[in-house]
């Protein structure tokens, strides 16, 4: 029996009215829209290779491609994140960022000398202004009322001036030679934060006023340390007679705290004493060989010989 194509058999059916339904298969595997056309009559066997090869090709392209278009519009879904790390630090005040930044440093000792490199070195006006601030919590943390002196005042006000006393030690490191070479800015600093120990509060009992007397004895050390410093590189642009007269103020203020400081500024600035001379006065200072070439003249002259010679 001679076989037939499917083409070839829908061929022999051209002009029947034959009606298939539309955009499917049909069992030859032809799509019925174009076996309708061909039973019509209206298509030729021609045509009708070329429309089953280009819709074979077609579902063949459309099954394998992996581009597929979907019209659909998504659905916009929104979900919960952190914020980040740039705005985190924006909403934080200056307390917060240190307890975050020493965290870190205690937690990775490495990032110590990193973030010393970052940190720019603080000016003697920030420094005052920090510890004016300082010394202002310590007011505002004093009780209302009952005995300002007492045990629980003293309580109450431990930590905030344990703080006070801690901050003003380490800050005066930074201010002392050969760290600081400026030493106008030096004395200007000891002199800010003598003042600050003289309001620092006088307990009844005796034993708690440890803090204020360690403060003193620390203060003291630094004003030595400086008063010797400057000795050796001598007193050129510094007014040492004015230094002198606010040390004794000082002094007189802490009650006798700083007796020692008075005693080597008096060695340093002997020129100053000249009564001291007379007693025998220790070599090796500043203006010993200086006052050796006016013995005996006013001390109105030395002074202002000295002040000529740019050591004071």
């Known amino acids: 029996m001679e076989k037939r194509s499917p083409v070839t058999y829908v061929q022999t059916h051209s002009g029947s009215r034959l009606n298939l339904p539309k955009n499917t298969l049909n069992p ?10 061909v039973c019509s009559g209206n298509l030729s ?10 819709y074979e090709e077609m579902q063949c392209t ?56 970052l940190s720019s070195r603080p000016d003697l ?24 002196m007492g045990e629980y005042a ?21 201010f002392l030679p050969p760290y600081e070479s400026n030493k106008s800015l030096t004395l200007t600093f000891l002199d800010h934060i003598t003042s600050m120990a003289h309001r620092f509060p006088e307990w009844n009992n005796p034993e708690h006023n440890y803090i204020k007397e360690e403060l ?12 010797l410093s400057i000795g050796k590189e001598g007193w050129g642009g510094i007014n040492g007679y004015e230094w002198m007269k606010k040390l ?5 203020a802490g009650r006798g705290r700083l007796e020692s400081v008075i005693d080597v500024a008096r060695s340093e600035l002997a020129c100053f004493f000249p009564e001291k001379i007379e007693d025998g006065f220790e070599k090796n200072t500043p203006c010993t060989s200086l006052m050796s070439l006016f013995y005996g003249s006013d001390k109105d002259v030395i002074l202002l ?8």
């Open 62 to 117: 459309s099954s394998s491609s992996p581009f597929v278009f979907n019209y659909k519009k998504p659905r916009m879904t929104c979900y919960g994140r952190s914020l980040p790390i740039t705005r985190l630090l924006e909403h934080l005040d200056s307390s917060s960022l240190c307890d975050i930044i020493q965290t870190l440093v205690n937690r990775h000792p490495t990032l110590l000398l990193e973030v010393a490199s």
């Open 45 to 54: 066997r021609k045509s009708l290779k070329r429309k089953i090869s280009e």
């Open 305 to 312: 010989f000295l002040y000529e010679q740019h050591v004071l």
């Open 28 to 37: 030859l595997g032809i799509v019925n829209d174009v076996l309708n056309k």
């Open 248 to 252: 004794i103020k000082h002094n007189e």
């Open 154 to 174: 003293y309580n109450r006000i431990r930590p905030v001036l344990q703080a006070l006393m801690d901050a003003l030690l380490e800050y005066t490191r930074i």
């Open 125 to 148: 006006s920030s420094v005052i202004s920090t510890l004016n601030g300082m010394e202002e919590q310590v007011r505002r943390s004093f009780p209302y009322g009952g005995d300002s």
């Open 216 to 227: 003193y004895h620390e203060i003291s050390s630094a004003w030595i340390s400086v008063i």
